[in-house]
């Protein structure tokens, strides 16, 4: 036969118990979603800052590329300009006759600056430009004269060899004749001008011009 078994009251729950574990569980429960809020909330941080580290670093990089690329671009400059103008003889000379220098073998004043030189030696474009005359130029004989962007002209006397013809462009430093002794000359030497148009007459002094252009002689 079967006994009917009574639960004893000391380990029955009450309804306050079971309030109280309910209660219990409901604080767990919150205290896990608390502890799972927290981590959502480090993640995100973390995940910001990685991602604000990263956007400094790509800044600080593209800062430190603009500033390399602005240096470069300067240091090309200032090299472009330091050799935009050169001397129209790179070897070894003595410089003779000068700019307003009086004189029997001129008409007037001495209207340019003269290198003593052998014949042959090389001549240069003081500045690139376009080649107008390219012959004989009477007193100065085999002359050449090159028209400039800046609106100045160069001329270049007394050649014994041509290296370039009317219309050529010719770059900076380029070798365009031969230095000679031709035309109404004492001696071997390169007569050196720069006008402000391609005819006689309108020299101005070449020293200081070079000078401007840090080309010293």
Known sequence: ?????????AVRPTRGKVAVLTA??????MAGAGVAAAIDANTTQDSFAAATAGDLAKSTQKQADAQHQAAADKEKKEAKKANSWVKPISDKYTLTASYGTGGDRWSSDHSGQDFGVPTGTEVKAVHEGTVVTAGDGGAYGNNIVIEHDNGKYSQYAHLSKFDVSVGD???TGERIASSGNTGNSSGPHLHFEVRDTPAYGSAV???PFLEKQDVKL
Do not use: E
Not at 1 to 9: A, E, H, Y
């Open 205 to 207: 002094d070449p020293v």
């Open 1 to 9: 036969m079967f006994k009917k078994i009574t639960l004893n009251s």
């Open 169 to 171: 462009k010719v770059n």
């Open 24 to 29: 219990g569980l409901g604080v767990s429960m």
